[in-house]
Nanobody, 121 residues
């Protein structure tokens, strides 16, 4: 029912910037939280940032002050502006949406396929 497609990944140098986009389609409840997660090779997927439908944001400590999450509700798109990138930011970045439904368990999670971000000289 809900699909998420990430884009904007690529290869950038340390200290550079990159902007990721995630376009959502399907029937999405207006009460929702969208977020970004990342997974490096051989490591567990970790949370990066989230943003609610009302614009409240939260960030993981490693990206605070460097990354900014935003969204366009009309276009059903969430963005991740990444500045001052470090080699340790290298990972596949995944888009997520959690939206409210009226029956138990009262929410649903959907994931995109991911986009590769590589920080290297």
């Amino acid at each position: 029912q809900v699909q998420l497609v990430e884009s904007g990944g690529g290869l950038v140098q340390p200290g550079g910037s990159l902007r990721l986009s995630c376009a959502a389609s399907g029937r999405i409840n207006s009460i929702n939280t969208m977020g970004w997660y990342r997974q490096a090779p051989g490591k567990q997927r970790e949370w990066v940032a989230t943003i609610t439908n009302s614009g409240r944001t939260n960030y993981a400590d490693p990206v605070k002050g460097r990354f900014t999450i935003s969204r366009d509700n009309r276009e059903n798109t969430v963005y991740l502006q990444m500045n001052s990138l470090k080699p340790e930011d290298t990972a596949v970045y995944y888009c997520n949406i959690n939206h409210w439904i009226p029956t138990n368990p009262y929410n649903r999670n959907y994931w995109g396929q991911g986009t590769q971000v590589t920080i290297s000289s």
